[in-house]
């Protein structure tokens, strides 16, 4: 069964680091494209990063450009996203998605405060 399993998430002050995972089953994550949204209060979900495959090209959000990092490990069915340099703004739940297929998982919440 199709199923999306984000985590990694917590609180981090300003300046700090966090990798969240995103472990897929019931699907191969190594057929598809694969992005991360993230959600803050009040605002609509947003595109944060997308690796592509089979190239393996990456796509982010100006915000955060040259901050974040996604990669993938096929072996491991599973997407990441290295975060860094983190701000207030990153503040958000953050959700993977396989391009094309329609489910997202739970969600994992970052909070970026001093």
């Known amino acids: 069964q199709v199923q999306l399993v984000e985590s990694g998430g917590g609180l981090v002050q300003p300046g700090g680091s966090l990798r969240l995972s995103c472990v897929a089953s019931g699907f191969r994550l190594r057929w598809y494209n694969m992005s991360w949204y993230r959600q803050a209060p009040g605002k609509e979900r947003e595109l944060v990063a997308r690796?592509?495959?089979?190239?393996?090209?990456?796509n982010y959000a100006d915000s955060v450009k040259g901050r974040f990092t996604i990669s993938r490990d096929n072996a491991k069915n599973s997407v990441y996203l290295q975060m860094n340099s983190v701000q207030p703004d990153d503040t958000a739940v953050y959700y993977c998605r396989a391009n094309g297929l329609a489910y997202w998982g739970q969600g994992t919440q970052v909070t970026v405060s001093s």
């Open positions: 690796i592509d495959t089979p190239s393996g090209n990456t």
